[in-house]
């Protein structure tokens, strides 16, 4: 069973810059691949970014792209989300999910750190 903890959100000005942080435990975190997610007030969860278990490919949504870095320390057992020229349509609970690579559902969740962008 793996658990996740997300760190890292907090109230950031349009422009400005956050870095999530995603800590597993209870399970091999080389095995899974990992993703970010977000779900903003009356809005569905949407997809944000996912890195492969070795870190060698990623993929993001559009609205991701060119702004947002997700990469993972194996080592450490940590994804982090590194989130640049914030929007306030970025304001959302942020959540890590955790997947085995030859799985397609995130069977782990987080329990989410909110982020908040001031215009």
């Known amino acids: 069973q793996v658990q996740l903890v997300e760190s890292g959100g907090g109230l950031v000005q349009a422009g400005g810059s956050l870095r999530l942080s995603c800590a597993a435990s209870g399970g091999t975190f080389s095995s899974y691949a990992m993703a970010w997610f977000r779900q903003a007030p009356g809005k569905e969860r949407e997809f944000v970014a996912l890195i492969t278990w070795s870190g060698s490919s990623t993929s993001y949504a559009d609205s991701a792209k060119g702004r947002f870095t997700i990469s993972r320390n194996n080592a450490k057992n940590t994804v982090y989300l590194q989130m640049n020229s914030l929007k306030p349509e970025d304001t959302a609970v942020y959540y890590c999910?955790?997947?085995?690579?030859?799985?397609?559902?995130?069977?782990?969740w987080g329990q989410g750190t909110q982020v908040t962008v001031s215009s």
């Open positions: 999910a955790a997947r085995l690579a030859t799985r397609r559902e995130y069977p782990y």
